[in-house]
């Protein structure tokens, strides 16, 4: 079946404007995540969902960043006020129930911020 | 802290040589292990994992791992290597009942034809 997919591929924006990348998780996935990989930072954990219950913002690095899970399949992750520390690899990845089973990764959204 | 630790940032080999990548991570209790790789211009894959039982788990492409609990060891392996092994693979962690996993910074394959 299709894997996790996620839009844009790439995305340049200018300091201070809002950005939202969207992740579409395998069919069947009720947990979801997105990490960040940074040059020189390897993957850090953002946000985690699982089914209807509140998500584990644990990992979000300030209120600059939040995340919604739309019923329970695609998810958008939102930045506001760009900064150019938020350049990176954003990764989408998914997983059947818990968190304890492998988690599936999206092929991630370059963003470039001038 | 709890890290994941890759302690080769760069393996450079010949075509048939053995591989051996290391990872080991500083978590207390129960926990769930994974090798990733990330071929050139495409997206983080499962190479394997292990959640329990046999310690030596076998994944894709003829690659193993062995995990030795009493070293919070969890090394990679393949007895001969090919040229399209090259690739960054990652090591990862979760703890159980945890939700993220914790990755190594990665090791990066190089194989000579």
């Known amino acids: 079946g299709a894997g996790v997919s996620q839009s844009p591929s790439n995305k340049v924006t200018e300091k201070g404007k809002d950005v939202e990348l969207r992740c579409d998780p395998i069919s069947g996935h009720t947990a979801l995540y997105w990490y960040r990989q940074s040059l020189g930072q390897g993957l850090e954990f953002l ?16 209120d600059r960043f939040s995340a919604e899970r739309t019923g329970g399949s695609v998810s958008t992750l939102t930045i506001q006020r760009t900064q ?31 | 802290a709890q890290s994941v630790s890759q302690h080769n940032h760069h393996v450079i080999l010949s075509e048939a040589a053995s591989l051996e990548l290391g990872c080991n991570y500083s978590y207390g ?23 329990s039982g046999d310690p ?14 009493s070293k919070f060891s969890f090394n990679l392996r393949k007895p001969s290597v090919q040229w399209s092994d090259t690739a960054e693979y990652f090591c990862a962690v979760i703890q159980t009942g945890a939700n993220n996993l914790f990755f190594g910074t990665g090791t990066r394959l190089t194989v000579i034809p």
Do not use: M
């Not at chain 1, 946000?47 to 300030?62: E, H, V």
């Not at chain 1, 059947?96 to 370059?110: D, I, M, N, V």
């Open chain 1, 47 to 62: 946000i985690y969902f699982q089914g209807n219950s509140a998500p584990d913002k644990s990992g979000l690095p300030s």
């Open chain 2, 56 to 69: 030596l788990v076998k994944g894709i492409k003829g690659f193993e791992a062995e995990f030795i609990k």
């Open chain 2, 29 to 51: 209790g129960t926990v769930n292990l994974f090798w990733y790789v990330q071929y050139p211009g495409q997206h983080l894959q499962l190479l394997l994992k292990y959640f």
């Open chain 1, 84 to 114: 150019q520390e938020d350049s990176a690899v954003y990764l989408c990845a998914s997983s059947l129930e818990s968190s304890a089973k492998a988690q599936y990764f999206g092929p991630g959204t370059r963003l470039l911020v001038l």
